[in-house]
């Protein structure tokens, strides 16, 4: 686009054209997304024999998740864990962008199309505004 066009933009299409290139930056790090898990990863230590802090068996690794509302348990091996943790934190970057993004096209749908006039509510004419 010529620069001279450019400067007869109103700022709302220049806002509007903004919030779409963001929105499309974002479409883009969504596409380059890895495997997703939900649930969390953490250590377990069993106490072995003799009582003591330094007797610890572990750490054995153990995924919990919701499913159908119950929480399930998934003892992991160390590999596994390193494995399953990237993809929990791809989900919650995926969950990150997905709100960025239905925020923006909030935004973005509300500036670029016309909408119906706006009332004053009762209480804003009955407090004299």
């Known amino acids: 686009m010529p620069r001279e066009e450019k400067s007869k933009r109103k700022p709302a299409d220049r806002a509007v054209e903004r919030l779409r290139r963001r929105f499309e930056r974002l479409a883009r790090r969504l ?29 054995y690794w153990q995924w919990t998740f919701k499913e159908r509302g119950t929480t399930v348990t998934v003892n992991l091996s160390a590999a596994q864990a390193k494995a399953f943790e990237r993809a929990i934190r791809e989900q919650r ?18 500036a670029s199309i016309p909408g119906v006039k706006r009332r004053n509510s009762k209480r804003k004419r009955a407090l004299g505004a």
């Open 31 to 59: 596409g380059e997304t890895r495997w997703v898990l939900l649930g969390t990863i953490r250590p377990r230590w069993i106490p072995g024999r003799g009582g003591g802090p330094e007797k610890r068996l572990g750490p």
């Open 93 to 110: 970057k995926v969950e990150t962008l997905l709100a960025e993004m239905r925020l923006l096209s909030r935004q973005f749908l509300e």
